[in-house]
């Protein structure tokens, strides 16, 4: 039941961030899947007490690595995939609390919670990063124009 | 000749201009900039774009010939993104001649967001709603999250028309939400102000810039990526000084 409920919320939370972002009619629905992938990777690999920060980087990988698929599919930019699905995983409550805690004047819990507000933001960087130089070396696409292949 | 070098040059830039306010990659900018000039004959095309400026500039036979271009407003719009893809594409194909190409760029420019004002907030709102719930919030959370993020969407949108300052909007929208949100737990709905606020605060993320300025520096755009970074840590701060203030103030 938990796992139904989360499915259906993150598709309808990041097809609605596609709405707020003027997405194609046509691909919303795809990326509303591409959201709900990337928050069930994260959902399970936390669900299993494996840390915030590697379960951050699973799930912006798979959201970037369907995202190329899709791309390549439907012969769209890739940005329009990946925006709505990155949206779950941005540390906005361990940001908040960071900001709560300034705010009290409790520094230390602050730091603490910005400084993992930091981690978690770096790791969906990574992770779209290693979906890049995946896609790249193993479905390799075509090489962008380039000084030497635009004179040719 | 030379004034069919210059419009091709155009459509070029007109291509860039749309995208780039569109919210494109500033790779995919570049590299679409120069697949147009290839298209049309022209084999040696330079382009530099930065988040508030184009400059291309083609070589032929006759002297170098470069165009500049400001950009100085960018909004989300990702149909224009994925449009003028397509109509890269098919120039590439050869289906387009240069006239063609520029109105067909021309009426997307124009083209209004697809989905209304008032199905953008109602999305806001659900987007809100939905984040109380996937942050392990209960039910009884989801309408006041609702309620006060569109009222935050809303603000957003609104008061960059009025006052074009960088950073103003989010600031009164996070102010905004968050003392809504604080108003409708005092008045008894929901259960849980943490995840009311941080629910209601979903909207004005930027995550378009995070992902664009992730791209961006690892396509070695290191120009666009710090700036489009530096732009979302100060969107991430004017937030979180709105929400500091609401927190002080309760």
Not at chain 1, 73 to 86: E, S
Not at chain 1, 128 to 149: E, G, H, N, W
Not at chain 2, 1 to 27: F, P, R
Not at chain 2, 97 to 117: D, G, H, R, W
Request: charged fraction near 15%; proline fraction near 3%; include cysteine.
């Amino acid at each position: 039941m938990t796992i139904l409920t989360n499915m259906l919320f993150s598709f309808l939370a990041a097809a609605s961030f596609g709405i707020m972002f003027n997405v194609p009619k046509s691909l919303l629905f795809k990326c509303g899947t591409v959201g709900m992938a990337g928050w069930m990777v994260y959902y399970f690999l936390s669900e299993n007490k494996i840390d915030p920060l590697p379960s951050t980087v699973a799930a912006a990988f798979t959201i970037a690595l369907i995202g190329h698929v899709y791309a390549r599919v439907y012969k769209t930019p890739v940005i329009i995939f990946t925006i709505a699905g990155i949206i779950p995983l941005v540390p906005g409550g361990t940001a908040y609390r960071a900001m709560r805690s300034f705010v009290q004047n409790d520094y230390n819990t602050a730091i603490n919670l910005a400084a993992k507000a930091f981690m978690i933001s770096g790791s969906i960087a990574l992770g779209l990063i290693l979906s890049d130089v995946f896609y790249q070396l193993i479905l390799r696409r075509k090489p962008a124009v380039t000084k030497a292949s635009a004179r040719k | 000749m030379l004034e069919k070098q210059y419009d091709i040059m155009d459509v070029s830039l007109l291509a860039g201009k749309i995208m780039l306010e569109s919210g494109a990659e500033t790779y995919r900018v570049e590299d679409t900039m120069m697949r147009i000039a290839l298209s049309y004959g022209i084999e040696e095309s330079h382009s530099f774009v930065t988040p508030t400026g184009i400059m291309f500039s083609i070589e032929t036979d006759e002297p170098t010939k470069t165009k500049l271009m400001r950009i100085s407003s960018r909004t989300t719009d990702l149909y224009k993104v994925s449009a003028v893809n397509a109509i890269s594409r098919r120039i590439s194909a050869g289906e387009l001649t240069v006239s063609q190409a520029y109105k067909e760029l021309k009426a997307i420019q124009k083209a209004p967001m697809f989905f209304s004002f008032l199905m953008q907030i109602a999305a806001a709102a659900s987007t809100s709603g939905c984040f109380v719930i996937l942050l392990k919030g209960s039910w009884d959370n989801v309408l006041p999250a609702m309620l006060a993020g569109a009222l935050a969407y809303f603000l957003v949108l609104k008061v960059a028309d009025i006052v074009p300052t960088m950073f103003f909007s989010d600031f009164i929208a996070a102010l905004a939400g968050g003392g809504a949100a604080y108003l409708l737990f005092r008045m008894g709905l929901g259960s849980d102000l943490d995840r009311i606020i941080v629910g209601t605060l979903i909207p004005l993320v930027p995550g378009l810039l995070i992902t664009n300025a992730v791209r961006d520096l690892m396509a070695g755009h290191f120009l666009s990526g710090l700036a489009k970074g530096a732009e979302a840590l100060l969107t991430a701060l004017a937030i979180g000084t709105g929400i500091a203030v609401v927190m002080t103030l309760i």
